[in-house]
Nanobody, 123 residues
Framework: QVQLQESGPGLVQPSQTLFLTCTVS????????????WTWIRQSPEKGLEWMGG???????YYSPSLKSRISISRDTSKNQFSLELRSATPEDTAVYYC?????????????WGQGTQVTVSS
């Protein structure tokens, strides 16, 4: 059973960095079996469901062009975790943030999701 759990602050100040962590259990984020990727997705009333970026099993990253200048995804293999950094946050970044497992190598289809965490960017 693969489980993903988002964690991090629910409130971020404008211009500050939004930082979230996804803790994975039941699968190793470094495993080459299935070539699974590890991804961040967000959802808001204004933009709907938006793919943000992902991490391959080998640590390679790939990002949405619209966020490329602000986003970083990294991993802590000792904790089986991966993280999201979104710099220069604005109220438009307010959304429910999900981490999810890609079914393969950058298929952009997902078989396991975290429950999501609400992040509000506001003063």
């Amino acid at each position: 059973q693969v489980q993903l759990q988002e964690s991090g602050p629910g409130l971020v100040q404008p211009s500050q960095t939004l930082f979230l962590t996804c803790t994975v259990s039941g699968a190793s984020i470094t495993s080459s079996i299935g070539y699974h990727g590890w991804t961040w997705i967000r959802q808001s009333p204004e933009k709907g469901l938006e793919w943000m970026g992902g991490l391959d099993y080998d640590g390679s990253t790939y990002y949405s062009p619209s966020l490329k200048s602000r986003i970083s995804i990294s991993r802590d293999t000792s904790k089986n975790q991966f993280s999201l950094e979104l710099r220069s946050a604005t109220p438009e970044d307010t959304a429910v943030y999900y981490c999810a497992r890609d079914t393969g190598a950058r298929t952009f289809q997902y078989d396991y999701w975290g429950q999501g965490t609400q992040v509000t960017v506001s003063s």
